[in-house]
């Protein structure tokens, strides 16, 4: 296990979308669809991420679609 420190987190919820600034990862909360943009323009979809598990990336853009929510770590 790995201690991950975050200084700010936004919450982003259903029918969002949102740019982000120094964010270093994302925090899924269970039953969240959607996707993220990463820097370099790669997207990764959220129903892939384990609910309650940090998942340490550079997010560029995020967008919820479908129930649940996401907090953005930065």
């Known amino acids: 296990m790995v201690n991950y420190r975050a200084f700010s987190a936004k919450l982003v919820t ?3 979308a949102d740019l982000i600034d120094r964010a270093w990862g994302v925090l899924p909360v269970s039953g ?4 993220i943009t990463l820097e370099g323009n790669t997207t990764i979809s ?3 991420l384990t609910a309650g598990e940090p998942f340490p990336c550079y997010v560029k853009s995020i967008a919820v679609t479908n129930g649940g929510s996401v907090y953005v770590l930065a």
């Open 14 to 16: 259903s029918g969002s």
């Open 32 to 35: 969240v669809t959607g996707t």
């Open 46 to 48: 959220l129903a892939h």
